[in-house]
Nanobody, 126 residues
Framework: EVQLVESGGGLVQPGGSLRLSCAASGFTFINYWMYWVRRAPGKGLEWVSTIRSTGTTYYADSVKGRFTGSRDNAKNTVFLQMNSLKPEDTAVYYC????????????????????WGQGTQVTVSS
């Protein structure tokens, strides 16, 4: 069974840091591009980062310079290091797998695109 399980969310003060993890199972991890997508309260889905199979990364302008995506292909895990967090980063963060491998720098933001984890809540508040 293909599965993505996020962890690492929580409550953090503005300016703080969190590191999200997404453990993958049930497929050949190295063959797939992975994404981080978030949904803020009352808003739609927003692309955050793309991590290619090679580890090359791309970021939304809203997080560029503050967030760093990475992956450990030996451990089938993708990460999102979030620094200098702002209240507007408050959201549920989802790990997403490309449906067939890779090639989309920004994923289609629909629930039927690829495989989604259950999400992890990040709250930035003082």
């Amino acid at each position: 069974e293909v599965q993505l399980v996020e962890s690492g969310g929580g409550l953090v003060q503005p300016g703080g840091s969190l590191r999200l993890s997404c453990a993958a199972s049930g497929f050949t991890f190295i063959n797939y591009w992975m994404y981080w997508v978030r949904r803020a309260p009352g808003k739609g889905l927003e692309w955050v980062s793309t991590i290619r199979s090679t580890g090359t990364t791309y970021y939304a302008d809203s997080v560029k310079g503050r967030f760093t995506g990475s992956r450990d292909n030996a451990k089938n895990t993708v990460f999102l290091q979030m620094n200098s967090l702002k209240p507007e980063d408050t959201a549920v963060y989802y790990c997403v797998r490309h449906p067939s491998g890779g090639g989309l720098f920004v994923p289609r933001l629909e629930p039927d695109f690829g495989v989604w984890g259950q999400g992890t809540q990040v709250t930035v508040s003082s």
